[in-house]
């Protein structure tokens, strides 16, 4: 499990390993909030579904800052 601050929010990750393949999960908090991320791409790793839910947190944080400019 990993905190990434990203642009005013945190991004933890963390993985679940289901059937010997992990899925990523992440959580997004932030001063007013808080979201949980699911994902159904599944890794042969947990580095590799970890470090693919800090992409999918990025991603996340990068279109809700873009959607509340416009």
Known sequence: MKH??????VITDTANN???????????TW??????LHDDVTFT??????????ELGKNWVNNRLQSMQG
């Open 4 to 9: 990434v601050s990203y642009l005013d929010y």
């Open 31 to 36: 001063y007013a909030g808080k979201f949980d």
């Open 45 to 54: 790793t947990e580095t590799e579904a970890e470090e693919h839910a800090i």
């Open 18 to 28: 289901q059937k010997g393949m992990w899925r990523p999960h992440v959580i997004i």
